[in-house]
């Protein structure tokens, strides 16, 4: 079994997890009707269609 050498400093450990922990940037996608951007499997709040169906009716209407 391999034994390290040295102590690993925490600046190093740390180093290591952070690379893990990056934020990421949401995909957005055009909506099919009015193209607006929003979030994937979302209802479009501009216009209320999602995959070409009218789900909600849109606020600055109602």
């Known amino acids: 079994m391999a034994v390290p050498k040295y102590k690993t400093s925490k600046a190093r450990t740390r180093r290591h997890r952070s690379i893990n922990m990056k934020m990421s940037v949401p995909t957005l996608v055009s909506c099919s009707n009015c193209g ?6 979302r209802v479009c709040p501009k216009c209320g269609f999602y995959k070409g169906n009218q789900i909600i009716e849109p606020e600055d209407m109602a």
Not at 36 to 41: F, G
Request: charged content about 35%; hydrophobic content about 35%.
């Open 36 to 41: 607006n951007k929003v979030l994937r499997h």
